[in-house]
């Protein structure tokens, strides 16, 4: 079982990401996420970035119902659901367009909470009930679940498309292909159904166990944990399922369907290793 | 009911006039009412293309500040009786419009049109907010470009998350030789990221050019040239008819077969 060697850069490269990816996932502020916490179906908006209101929202926006969209539905039809506006100054009409995406969703807006006033004005205006929080005080429901282990994987069901970003703290599986300038993160494996041309980092919160797999590998970088790797082009141009892991030379391409009878994680060398397949030969 | 289709494309200079022009008055040549709404605000070209910048008097601005009536902001054509023009302003920034003003003005003008093209502008800004918001449906233009393809991925999504579901890829400007040396992405190529429904290839050809630096759209020329047969048969297709799409592969092999003959003799 030959692994395919794959160009190694280390932290230090000058391409290499710049920050741990890992502030980013767990930080509940960077992306828009849908969530259930104490049994309450929640949406809640990403922190104000410094870019210009209009990017933030045309940003926030397609998360949005790009999650409505090609994520599982875990909520019922006609359910209630609390929107997190956090630092966001929504007007009206933004407002109004994040109702009617949830309104095609099955989902009604509930209750919306605020830290701008404005924002809260706007939204009691609209007839929701509406909660001011101070933008000081640290938010009242639990952003992330602390334990990593119970967040479920993120089934992402559709082409993911140049420009859409997507992070979770758990495993991503996406149905459909991944799109060269698109990209995946998350804190467990990445599991493409499809062709992976975009990037995709997994364990990016340090976790050197996770996996990418992919029908197509056809990636030209891929993270794993700290580590980042320049895959070379397909030669043949022909694919088969393969899986990138981190050996105890750096990423690796291995071929899917054998991987997991040939290889374990080695907790010493901090690695996937092979196993000697003569010593499997017995079963 | 009217069709309400924008062309769009994230990258500039690929070809969304050129192809707003030419689809329009071939599908006015077919025998329908088109209205063609110039959505670049700020930067109207689409007046030029059809020859009718000195009959512009009113621009979509004023129809939308009630300073005209909309009637007196149309700009008829001077060859296709069933198609008209709504410029748009040269002067103003795309900030003076929003989507709701814009949606207000197509449902307007949808009454009297069977089709409503609109001319988006480049980018994903506010610009392209306003186009894509009264369309039911699109028309993506792309390039045989790593960058435009780039660009046309991310306006599909852009397009997805706006609910417009009808979505139709043109690839304009191929090079049959580039292809063939593998110097060009092909029109598979392109189909494999993209993954949209193809309406349309249009060749890369001087001719283009011409018929846009004349004001005179190439779909009106006497003798069909190559591209104008490929507008004629997007207008086609649109409109439902299965029409094969043109073989530039094989209509380069037989001009370069030609060539060698003429010099073989
Ligand atoms: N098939 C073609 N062959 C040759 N030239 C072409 C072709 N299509 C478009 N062009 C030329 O490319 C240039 C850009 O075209 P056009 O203005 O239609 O693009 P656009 O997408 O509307 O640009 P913008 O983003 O600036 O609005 C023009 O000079 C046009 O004549
Ligand atoms: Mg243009």
Redesign the pocket.
């Known amino acids: 079982m030959t692994s395919e060697s794959v160009e190694q850069t280390s932290g230090e490269q000058p391409d290499a990401p710049e920050k741990p990816e890992n502030s980013l996932l767990t930080d509940p502020d960077v992306q828009m996420r849908l969530a259930r916490l104490d049994g309450q179906l929640q949406v809640i908006l990403p922190k104000v970035k410094k870019r210009s209101a209009q990017d933030d929202w045309l940003e926030m926006w397609q998360q949005l119902t790009h999650r409505l969209n090609s994520g599982e539905r875990f909520w019922k039809p006609g359910e209630l659901i609390h929107v997190l506006a956090q630092d966001q100054l929504l007007d009206s009409r933004q407002l109004q367009e994040i109702a009617e995406a949830l309104k095609s969703a099955d989902l009604n807006i509930e209750r919306v909470y605020a830290s701008r006033r404005q924002t809260a004005v706007t939204a009691a205006a609209a007839g929701y009930s509406v909660e001011q929080q101070s933008p000081n005080i640290a938010p009242i429901f639990p952003t992330v679940n602390e334990d990593e282990n119970c967040e479920s994987p993120l089934y992402l069901k559709s082409t993911q498309r140049s420009g859409i970003e997507v992070r979770h703290p758990g495993t991503v599986i996406v149905l459909g292909d991944v799109n060269p300038g698109s990209k995946i993160v998350a804190a467990k494996d990445v599991l493409v159904f499809g062709r992976l041309r975009g990037i995709a980092h997994a364990g990016a919160n340090g976790d050197r166990v996770c996996i990418i797999a992919a029908l197509q590998m056809e990636a030209t970088q891929l993270r794993i944990a700290d580590t980042l790797a320049r895959v070379p082009e397909h030669p043949s141009g022909q694919y088969e399922p393969e899986i990138a892991h981190i050996a105890p030379q750096g990423i690796q391409i291995a071929q899917a369907n054998y991987f997991f009878k040939f290889h374990c994680f080695d907790a010493e060398a901090n690695a996937w290793v092979t196993t000697n397949p003569k010593s499997l030969t017995n079963y | 009911m009217s069709r309400i289709i924008v062309i769009t ?1 994230g ?11 030419n689809l329009g008055t071939a599908i006015a040549q077919r025998g329908h009412q088109v209205a063609l709404v110039d959505a ?1 605000f700020g ?1 109207r ?1 689409l007046d030029l ?1 059809l020859g009718l910048e000195n009959r512009v008097v009113y621009t979509a601005i004023e129809a939308i500040a009630g300073e005209c009536r909309l009637e007196q902001a149309l700009v008829k054509d001077k060859r296709q009786p069933g198609l008209v023009l709504l410029p748009a302003a040269q002067n103003r920034s795309k900030e003076t419009v929003n989507p709701a003003q814009m949606r207000q003005l197509v449902s307007q003008l949808s009454q009297n049109y069977e089709y409503i093209l609109i ?5 994903i800004e506010m610009g392209f907010r306003n186009a894509i918001a009264p369309a039911q449906e699109a028309i993506v ?1 792309t ?1 045989p470009e790593v960058a435009a393809v780039r660009d046309a991925d991310r306006a599909v999504g852009l397009l997805e998350a706006n609910n417009i579901r009808i979505v139709n890829l043109v690839i ?3 090079k049959p030789e580039m292809v063939q040396m593998n110097d060009m992405m092909s029109v598979e190529d392109v189909l494999e990221i993209l993954a949209v429904p193809l309406l349309g290839i ?8 011409v ?3 004349r004001g005179e759209p190439l779909v009106l020329d006497e003798k069909l040239s190559l ?1 104008a047969i490929a507008f004629n048969n997007i207008a086609r297709r649109l409109e439902g008819d299965k029409v094969p799409f043109l073989d530039l592969m094989a209509a380069h092999n037989n001009l370069l077969n030609r060539i060698r003959r003429f010099f073989r003799s």
């Not at chain 2, 990258?11 to 022009?21: L, R």
């Not at chain 2, 249009?202 to 050019?209: A, L, T, Y």
Request: net charge negative; glycine share 10%; aromatic share 0%.
């Open positions: 494309s990258k500039g200079g690929v070809g969304k006039s050129t192809v707003t022009a670049d930067l070209n293309l001319d988006c502008p480049a980018g233009v390039t304009n400007r191929i249009i060749p890369d050809d001087e001719r283009v050019i018929a846009s630096n591209p």
